[in-house]
């Protein structure tokens, strides 16, 4: 054996701990980038790309794995070198012309697939040379892989605790050099003293690679479409003011003509004012407002969002994910006793209440507001010190609509679950009001009607129409769900305020249909009727309606996703084939990940597959068991990922905890794997035991979490380590046993089984998105259960293939 390679050599330990921080470092930074230059993060795709990293390095080790050992010496520390290089050239190659492509322009332009494709296969590169050398030293060490797969999953863990501090203080281009330099340094320290001039080459290269990137970092091309490409087309735009932070890129962008008028009525005769413009990853975020004390004459009283406003004084307010503060002025000029305020962005916080804190007339500092810096959720799980006479959600959607871009984005806030825990907040005749662009097929608007209709019926209202009132412009609707009947004064107020500024009423106790359409007619009246029926609580609306309207829930908490895969046929014949995409783009975008990383993860299995000798046995259970684990592993991270995020109420924090713990605890369970003999008898109870772990978190994980997400946050922290690191402790045992008993009965097996689990990684990550999407989260929580009690009984296959007692 290699002597650089016997025993468990402590310089090559910590190599590949580095070598897999950075790993793990380099998926969360190509999602941060990801989420400025397009409209998502898309995490499951960079998951998908850098799972088929492995399950590649698993195919190559599999069809050559004795030439690849000969040569591991020198071959493992370059190939932690060059995926360091990679990891800090990738992102900035993509940014030359020939590779940038735009989803918006994906299912129109058939040159984008072949864009998105060589993406792909830039992404892919670091991935796949970082993999394969784990993947020789998994293998040559495999009756040791304990302590490498724990050296392997801690610094995987260690490394999404560490890009949460990077992220927070640096920009997102100059991420990957500096993880880059993780794997350089990796390289640098297992290399051979045979081979030092070599590798110290290449080393050297990276390293003044990463200096020039780091010092003179390029700008990030974002898509023309976003808001803040298409704000910087405006006469005189210049960026004042750009910072990162934890929750993305923040810049603001000043010009003479951007102005602040959302669906404003006709009847306005003002002048619309001039506000700089906050974006957050290019996306549009706010406005930086210009409030003054005791102005009483906000733009935002000409549009429908003031409908809470004039049917009574309100004293006591509460904003929900409030923003740059336009909503705040809105309300402070109706002069209510106390706001609270839900802000979850820190750096927006900061920068109303120091940069920018006089041009927007300190009213982040204002004596009658208090902001929460946590999401809504979290905040209404606890008992707020007064009862609510008003609650205000963000304006949904966006003028012109959003391509169904947000489709797979949690939306906590809007679901019924939400809706309930704000009923109980307000007092007696306090009112919930939410806005909506309006949208053609009409979706938000009844997506919206549907949720407060069905929350008033779960909070025991028997007439939902008498509690909710709407009116509508030329571009938006306001809702507002009363906690009491609306009383006639109420209703005399609506509609003289409708009346007063060119509006129409859409929902009132006693409206005539006349009412509807005297300013802003619409063609297509069949609008109404789709209103009326879900006032009436007609189920069979929601079942036959052509797109997914029904109300959101926290096991479905998709609020933005409306498409029916069913009914794709039947809207091809309504819309032209090229409009679909354009209704429902972030849902489609999944599917053609999952068909595509399906494909590809296909090929790594089968083609091994051919070329292993005949006389391998057990082949259908190495597939059967490496494959569960694949699956089985990426469906639970998924699903705690999301509980959690509801949980701690900070999705950034919440993902790197979920990852950094899982991957830390499993760890830790693989180096005490090292202990147990590895029989069919130990990995097979095993996983009986994470089977019944699995099988009570799909019914009483929700319900846990619910009950405690008011507590401390040093309790919620226990809670959560207890809950995630429990199952990840047992889960980490079962790959490097299935690996120890292969190497003891067929060591020519070993790098498949290792290709396999990666392979079906990378279909996992799309597929449970899809699963979650349109079954829940409950049903994608069953396949794991299935998953790991398949893995279990896999063993019994093993014991009467190799005549194991």
């Known amino acids: ?338 706001v609270d305020a839900i802000v979850p962005n820190r750096g927006v916080v900061t920068l109303l209440q120091n940069q920018f804190a006089e041009q927007s007339g300190k009213l982040f500092l204002h004596d009658s507001l208090q902001i929460h810096q946590l999401e809504a959720r979290n905040f209404l799980a606890t008992k707020a010190p007064v009862a609510y006479d008003l609650i205000v959600l963000p304006q949904q959607d966006a003028f012109g609509g959003t391509a169904g871009i947000n489709a797979l984005r949690e939306n906590y806030n809007m679901t019924l679950e939400a809706f309930g825990l704000m009923w109980d907040q307000l007092q007696p005749n306090g009112v919930i009001s939410v806005s909506s662009w309006t949208d053609y097929p009409p979706r938000n608007t009844l997506k919206l009607l549907g949720s407060l209709v069905q929350t008033a019926i779960n909070k025991g209202v028997e007439h939902p129409e008498k509690h909710i009132a709407a009116i509508r412009s030329w571009g938006t609707i306001t809702f507002v769900l009363k906690k009491s009947p609306l009383t006639p004064e109420e209703t005399g107020n609506i509609r003289a305020f409708a009346n007063t500024l060119f509006f129409d009423p859409l ?125 089985g592993y990426m469906f639970v991270e998924i699903i705690l990922i999301q509980r959690f995020v509801l949980y701690f109420g900070q999705p950034v924090y919440a993902l790197s905890a979920v990852i950094s713990t899982m991957l830390i605890a499993s760890g830790a369970g693989s180096l005490t794997s090292g202990k147990l003999a590895a029989k069919p008898r130990c990995p097979a109870t095993i996983g009986l035991l994470i089977t019944l772990m699995l099988l009570f978190y799909t019914f009483f994980l929700t319900p846990i979490l619910q009950w405690t997400i008011a507590w401390s946050l040093p309790l919620k922290i226990s809670i959560s380590l207890l809950m995630i690191g429990i199952p990840s402790f047992f889960k980490g045992m079962m790959f490097p046993l299935g690996i120890r008993f292969l190497t003891g009965y067929d060591a020519g097996q070993t790098p498949w089984a290792w290709g396999i689990n990666g392979s079906f990684s990378v279909i996992s990550t799309s597929l449970a998105m899809l699963i979650a999407v349109e079954s829940g989260f409950m049903a994608v929580m069953s396949v794991a259960v299935l998953c790991y009690a398949l893995a279990s009984g896999t063993f019994f296959l093993y014991r009467f293939t190799f005549r194991i007692r």
């Open 1 to 338: 054996m290699n002597e650089r390679f016997a025993g468990n050599n402590i310089s090559l330990i910590i190599s590949l701990g580095l070598h897999s921080a950075a790993i793990i470092a380099f998926q969360l930074s190509l999602m941060q980038l990801i989420s400025i230059v397009q409209w998502h993060h898309f995490a499951y795709m960079i998951i998908s790309v850098a799972m088929l990293g492995f399950g590649a390095g698993g195919t190559l080790l599999a069809l050559f794995r004795e030439r690849l050992l000969a040569m591991s010496n020198w071959l493992v520390p370059l190939l932690m070198t060059v995926s360091g290089l990679c990891m800090m050239l990738a992102f900035h190659i993509t940014r030359f012309d020939a590779f940038q492509f735009d989803v918006y322009l994906l299912f129109v332009e058939r040159s984008q697939f072949p864009v998105l494709a060589a993406n792909y296969l830039i992404f892919f590169v670091p991935f796949f040379t970082g993999a394969l050398s784990i993947g020789i030293i998994f293998i040559r060490h495999a009756t040791q892989i304990g302590t490498y797969y724990f050296s392997n999953l801690l610094g995987s863990g260690l490394g999404g605790l560490f890009v949460l501090f990077v992220f927070g203080n640096m920009f997102p281009q100059q991420v990957p050099p500096l993880i880059g330099l993780f794997s350089v340094a990796a390289g640098l320290l297992s290399m051979s003293a045979k081979y030092y001039r070599q590798h110290l080459a290449v080393g050297v290269v990276a390293i003044v690679t990463a200096v020039i990137l780091l010092r003179s970092p390029s700008d990030v091309p974002i898509s023309e479409y976003k808001g803040l490409s298409q704000a910087m087309n405006l006469p005189d735009a210049t960026i004042v003011h750009s910072e990162p932070d934890i929750h993305g890129l923040i810049e603001v962008v000043s010009s003479p003509a951007l102005r602040f008028a959302p669906a404003l009525s006709l009847s306005y005769t003002g002048q619309v004012p001039v506000k700089k413009n906050i974006f957050v990853n290019g996306d549009f975020f706010g406005v930086i407002p210009r409030f003054s004390p005791g102005q009483s004459d906000h733009v935002l009283n000409y549009t429908t969002q003031a409908l809470p406003w004039i049917m009574q004084r309100r004293e006591n307010i509460l904003m929900l994910n409030a923003g740059e503060g336009a909503p705040l002025a809105h309300a402070f000029s109706h002069a209510p006793a106390h």
């Open 507 to 631: 929902l009132l106790p006693d409206l005539r249909t006349d009412e509807r359409q005297q300013y802003n007619v619409i063609e297509d009246e069949t609008f109404f009727s789709y209103v009326d029926r879900i006032m009436e609580n007609d189920k069979h609306f929601f079942e036959s309606y052509g797109f997914m309207v029904n109300p959101a829930t926290d096991n479905k908490p998709y609020f933005s996703q409306f498409l029916k895969l069913r009914n794709i046929r039947e809207l091809s014949q309504t819309f032209s084939g090229d409009q679909i995409p354009f209704l429902e783009l972030g849902y489609l975008i999944v599917v053609v990940t999952l068909v595509q990383s399906t494909l590809l993860a296909l090929l790594f299995i089968i083609l091994p597959l051919f070329r292993l000798r005949r006389s391998h046995r057990g082949k259908g259970g190495t597939l059967l068991y490496f494959g569960a684990l694949g699956i």
